[in-house]
């Protein structure tokens, strides 16, 4: 699969956002770790302007969902899931490094 759908893309970053409990008690921590990546998520997703994302800014938007599903203490099953199902939909390719060549 060579290219990412954006708007599926993009549309199951902002459901697991918001569809995945928080179990993290600390406002500081939640208003640093989650809204303002959230918020950074919807930004950059603007700022494309329909352009469908690179390989390299899907993996920089994981990188920020993966700091708001660490934040709210999702459990590691929970993550894999939510971006499997990322790359299933959108067409991403995920090469994970925990895999032996």
Not at 15 to 32: I, K, M, S, W
Not at 41 to 52: A, K, P
């Amino acid at each position: 699969m060579d290219e990412i759908d954006g708007a599926a893309f993009f549309g199951a970053v902002l459901r697991a956002v918001a569809c995945t409990r928080n179990h993290n008690e600390d406002r500081a921590e939640y208003a640093a770790g989650v809204l303002a990546p959230a918020a950074r998520i919807r930004e950059f997703e603007t700022e494309l302007g329909g352009r469908t994302p690179t390989r390299s800014e899907a993996e920089q938007v994981l990188s920020w969902l993966d700091t708001i599903l660490r934040t709210k203490r999702t459990p590691d099953e929970e993550r894999e899931h939510h971006t499997g199902y990322i790359a299933r939909v959108s067409g991403l390719s995920l090469v994970r490094a925990d895999v032996a060549a």
